[in-house]
């Protein structure tokens, strides 16, 4: 949002309310302003006063008394005017709004209106370690079988919270102390985030830190190369008479370019309002859920309470039903699971266990080891407890060859990659042969070691690893873990019955495979990451092999399904998920591909049919017998479309497997809402599928009946899936890769205006775990 940009409307209508015939504005937080019929005039010129606080820190080093906690002191207001112009540009007409073919432009502008109401209304949740909560009312209005709707939501967004920059990092270390500031953890999080210098009310995105505390860093001031170089703590405090009290001994923030620095004293540094995208650590996700959590009723209330009448579109002649819509829904069965010993195990809740039960085709583990980066674990205890687990549940497991003790002097004097590198040099060194996996205790989930362990082991050396950080160890979380690793080694968990018994519609008679895809964007100036998971071992759809590509950043089509290369042969996704298909599936071509594709908006449904589907088939061909080209389904899942589904007369969320598909639903298209999960806490969300192409000729029941049952398909633990489970696995697996990888040299070239840089490629599986759930 253009908080500048809404301060100054604000101000103008306040201002100049009678120049404007008191007429009221609809903001669109960019360059816009929409109101009901004509100004008096064409062209507007203001002039706006703004007030803004600053806000400051006082160190209690000023009066004598070192390292106590900071204090704030008051903020001090600066005004700054602005000069802003309104000139008439188009008019939309409402007339259209009826028709769901030309109606586009108007109801953009109607969601602009209530956009603008919506956002009064939101309110700010403390969730610690810098962070807050701001829970907004979504909505906007959209065109249904049932005719023209609103959709009102209800969601929390996380930010950064604004203030000081120390303030920050020692909230988000959960220290007192700036000499306890963690610089490694520190550089990780301020990467790319957005902050405003306090002397010159400039904004800027850091890229680093200096290598030099303030008063060693040395830079040259002046475009001459031969300038006398000078600190940054002399030129802020000598040259620019700018009084620095604490931030001599630390780092200095860096904004610049990576052939020009451009640091800045962090105690001139404030953290802008901007949204966080990071992974939230166990902390703050708990205090997320607990603070922003809300159930069916208490949802509905706050909508009713804080829907406010809008003004200007009562003035456009349009009235909102303060009800909700009624509509009918189908609860679908539940699909049967099959385990070991040939039981049928059925869920309840989207949940099911294995007590008493062993698993499908449980895997041989002989030569193991444990590997402990954790001051705090106590390994031979994972060791008997994990055996024990796995002899009930069917795997058995040998006693680990070894446990691998990280030295305690290179936790804090060596970088995560030397440790790593150091650690598998005693694991060469002492093993007898490549082990069947290694378990890496990990003294934190959120831990810089994981990326590099990852990638030496998966990328290195070809080795399947588990990576835990026990914070308790019972059955069901050793469950959950040797539900992974089964997995990782080629094991079967369970199946589904249908699956099993060769009973599955249009798929178990014809080789058929299943396809999901999804992108993952890491930030503007960082390559995405776009993943394709493909089903084998066909009749199974249980099974599944991940590709994964670097592509440009924030590319929405995905541009290597088809890679032709300069010597004939294809290097794409498909090519390689295609040729595993036929391996696994008796050497048998699928006949029948359904893709499953999410992260697209409906303004690209499109391209999805003439891009991806378009280089799918492509490398079909490429492969031979171009005339046998499969028959496809292609369906689109979305999640970020706020709807929600409650019961009518009952405080629970909606049963899991309810479908509805009338009503609500698009008025021309073929789609459909499914709850899969029925979530405990909070209100259920629906996925939202939306049936592109169907060559194959599912009926609804038996498409719907299908999409229920890929969210019982997950190998990785006891629940099923809030989407299908091929988009689910390829988003593991793109998570999974960011890991791995290091983009930042090439995001700082990309983000400093200089000549454009090739994608850099993503680090390449070793062969031995190439076609394994490396995901899980």
Known sequence: MNVLGRESITEILQTYNSDLAEKRFAYDGEASVYTVGPLPQNNFEFVVVLEESIPKRRNPSEDGIENEPYKRSKSSLQSKTFKVEISYVAKVGLNSISEPEKNQDALRVLDIVLRQEADKRGMFLEIGEGLMGVRAFDSNFCQTLGGLCLNMDVSTNVIFEPGPMVDFLLANQKINETRDIDWGKAKKMLKNMRIMASHSRVEFKVIGLSEKPCNQQLFSPGDDEESVEITVYDYFVKRRNIKLVYSSNMPCIDVGKPTRPNYLPLELCLVSVQRYTKALSINQRASLVEKSKQNPPDIIQAMKCNYVEDHILFDCGISIEKNLTQINGRILDTPKLKVGNNEDCIPKNGRWNFNNKKLLKPSQINLWAIVNFSERSDCSQIARELIKCGREKGINIERPHTIFEEDPKCRRATSPVKRVEMMFKQIIDELPNRPDFLLCVLPEKECDIYGPWKKKCICGLGIVTQCISPTKIDDQYLTNVLLKINSKLGGINSLLEIEHSRQIPLVSDKPTMILGIDILHSGSNVPSIAAVVGSRSWPMISRYRAAVRSQSSKVEMIESLFKPLANGEDGGIMRELLLD????????????????????????????????????????????????????????????????????????????????????????????????????????????????????????????????????????????????????????????????????????????????????????????????????
């Open 581 to 776: 298909f036929y391996e696994t599936a008796n050497e048998r071509k699928p006949t029948q591909i359904i893709v499953f594709r999410v992260g697209v908006s409906e303004s690209q449904f499109s391209q999805v049919l003439n891009i991806e589907l378009d280089q799918i088939i492509k490398a079909y061909k490429h492969l031979g017998r171009s005339h046998e080209i499969p028959k496809f389904t292609v369906i689109v899942a979305g999640k970020n479309h706020h709807t929600k589904l409650f019961q009518d007369s009952d405080a629970e969320n909606i049963p899991c497997g309810t479908v509805v598909d009338t009503n609500i639903v698009h008025p021309t298209n073929y789609d459909f809402y499914m709850c899969s999960q029925a979530d405990t806490v909070g209100n259920s969300e629906p996925v939202h599928y939306h049936v592109l192409l169907d060559e194959i000729g599912f009926s609804p029941n038996d498409l719907q009946n299908l999409v229920h049952s890929l969210c019982y398909v997950n190998q990785r633990s006891t629940t099923c899936t809030t989407i299908v489970a091929p988009v689910f696995y390829a988003r593991l697996a793109a998570e999974q890769m960011s890991e791995l990888t290091n983009f930042e040299e090439y995001s700082s070239e990309t983000s400093s205006g200089e000549k454009s840089v090739n994608v850099p490629e993503l680090p390449r599986l070793h062969k031995d775990v190439v076609a394994s759930m490396f995901f899980c």
